[in-house]
């Protein structure tokens, strides 16, 4: 009851100052980069910066952000579809105070979204928006057209590259197509499974480069991660690597990635937040 209170409170605050959580989006263009290991450990690094975050797994049916976590979600968004609980009712917490919702896994069927379950989404968010800092949204591999849509409603978007040639296209493809329509949000680069600093530089570098010189856009990199037993092992045994191993090469460069990107992004204004909406909108009317 405590609780409640607290966060009606919060929103009567936020609403009056106008402000309402920054949304942002961490993709990779191709699947196996380690982005919802990243996204995971990015989430409790912001919130030991004593901010509130609401991370999202939008791979919905087949998320895996809740394994790496070691939880196992009572609810998922399927629930929410079902009608069985309400938008609150299917956020959990997480590790370090982050709340969680979970895209659900091994369905039996497709997940489908009818207009009154849209529009009753769209109303939930729009009030949880006052009650925290950060959304973040893990999307699965790939940019299909309603992806796309979505991603340019987003405050920031994220993008994991790893070494690999084809993860470095893959992400120069997937950042295309947003600066080609008109994304107006912060675009960023995190490099991931790098064998040091100057293999970060020289990959991310050529990718910059890309951007700059046929499309025109400086896109900053926050950091990297790099190849870490530590991180192998967190996985296996299904324990945030951040927590894992604190003083691990990969939690240390993690931790500066938030504080980078907190010193470096821009407020949320309430003004975002129909866009946003009207966005998710149309990436569910299209599922």
């Known amino acids: 009851m405590h609780d409640q209170a607290e966060k009606l409170r919060l929103r009567l605050r936020r609403q009056t100052e106008g402000k309402t959580a920054q949304t942002v989006a961490v993709i990779s263009g191709k699947g196996g980069v380690g982005k919802s290991n990243f996204i995971l450990n990015f989430a409790i690094s912001l919130s030991r910066q004593g901010r509130r975050v609401l991370l999202f797994d939008m791979d919905i049916g087949m998320g895996n952000v809740h394994l790496l976590a070691g939880l196992s979600p009572k609810t998922s968004i399927v629930d929410f579809l079902t009608g069985a609980c309400s938008l609150p009712e299917i956020i959990e917490k997480g590790p370090e105070s982050i709340s969680f919702i979970s895209g659900g896994s091994g369905l ?9 379950k849209i529009a009753e989404l769209q109303r939930e968010i729009r009030q949880l928006m006052f009650e925290y800092d ?29 070494p690999e ?109 129909g866009r946003f909406l009207e966005r998710l909108k149309d990436f569910l009317s299209r599922k």
């Open 134 to 162: 950060d959304f973040l949204f893990d999307f699965g591999a790939g940019m299909q057209e309603e992806t796309v849509r979505l991603l340019l409603g987003m405050d920031h978007v994220i993008t994991i590259v790893t």
């Open 108 to 116: 039996s069927a497709p997940v489908k979204w009818d207009p009154e």
């Open 165 to 273: 040639v084809t993860s470095i296209m893959d992400a120069y493809s997937a950042m295309k197509l947003l600066i080609l329509n008109a994304y107006g949000g912060n675009l960023y680069l995190v490099g991931n499974r790098m064998k040091n600093e100057k293999e970060n530089f020289d990959t991310l570098n050529r990718l910059q480069n890309a951007l700059s010189r046929f499309l025109h856009q400086k896109v900053p990199v926050l950091g990297y991660l790099p190849e870490d037993a530590f991180v192998v092992q967190a996985a296996k045994l299904q324990i945030p690597f951040l927590l894992y191993k604190e003083n691990g090469k990969a939690a240390k460069n993690v931790r500066i990635i938030a504080e980078r990107f907190t010193g470096t992004a821009s407020p949320a204004e309430a003004g975002g937040t």
